[in-house]
């Protein structure tokens, strides 16, 4: 069965510093990965996917992710956080197939310092 | 392009009542899903559908949820009779054929049981 672990619960950095938000998946054949962000009383909007090809995925709100197979991770980055990047971030995973089952973790909340 | 709507947007009832939610998905989507994001946790997917047929409902507890789509189109989701850990968010989603595997979700009812 596929699963997702997002390690870090919450996360706090200073407005303009970096961000790294881990994932790490575990699926038996070529998974397909996703981050959605979430705002407080909102519903989840996709920052970004990876299907195949290039692994270093660029997303909306200068959000990238990097694919590596070898350590099953998806790490989610953006090199300079804004304070409208507080939120609760989840990374998800999907089966191939036509239905896409998303499997999500349990999220990262990330606060952001003035 | 009008995004995921649903209604109503906060419920609170007592254990043993009845209720139920309703969403309507992003014109032309197929499919549609409905998650369970349980405070502190990841969204995790009740049923899906693809029109009006059932893809997967393996995570819904029959016992007590239900939903259709009879048109293909809309959809409600019921519970009866509720129980105390049913308190959740309930988030509809929906995707297209055009950009299989990016799902588009409302904003959810937040269900409080007491």
């Known amino acids: 069965a596929q699963s997702v672990t997002q390690p870090d619960i919450h996360i706090t950095v200073s407005e303009g510093a970096s961000l790294e938000l881990r994932c790490n998946y575990s699926y038996g054949a070529t998974p397909y990965l996703f981050w959605y962000v979430q705002s407080p009383g909102q519903g989840l909007q996709l920052l970004l996917k990876y299907f195949s090809g290039d692994t270093l995925v660029q997303g909306i709100k200068g959000f990238e992710a990097e694919f590596k197979r070898s350590q099953s991770s998806f790490n989610l980055r953006k090199p300079s956080v804004h304070w409208s990047d507080a939120a609760e971030y989840f990374c998800a995973v999907a089966s191939g197939g036509s239905n896409y089952k998303l499997t999500f973790g349990k999220g990262t909340l990330l606060t952001v310092n003035p | 392009e009008a995004g995921v709507a649903q209604s109503p947007r906060y419920k609170i009832i007592e254990k043993r009542q009845s209720v139920a939610f309703w969403c309507n998905p992003i014109?032309?989507?197929?499919?549609l899903y409905w998650y369970q994001q349980i405070l502190g946790q990841g969204p995790k997917l009740l049923i899906q559908?693809?029109?009006?047929?059932?893809?997967?409902d393996s995570q819904l507890p029959k016992d007590r949820f239900s939903a259709e789509r009879l048109k293909g189109v809309d959809s409600t989701l019921k519970i009866q009779p509720a129980k105390l850990e049913d308190s959740a968010v309930y988030l509809c989603?929906?995707?297209?054929?055009?950009?299989?595997?990016?799902?588009?979700f409302g904003p959810g009812t937040r269900l409080t049981v007491t």
């Open positions: 559908f693809q029109n009006n047929g059932v893809v997967d």
């Open positions: 989603a929906s995707s297209g054929l055009e950009r299989q595997g990016e799902q588009y």
């Open positions: 014109s032309g989507h197929a499919t």
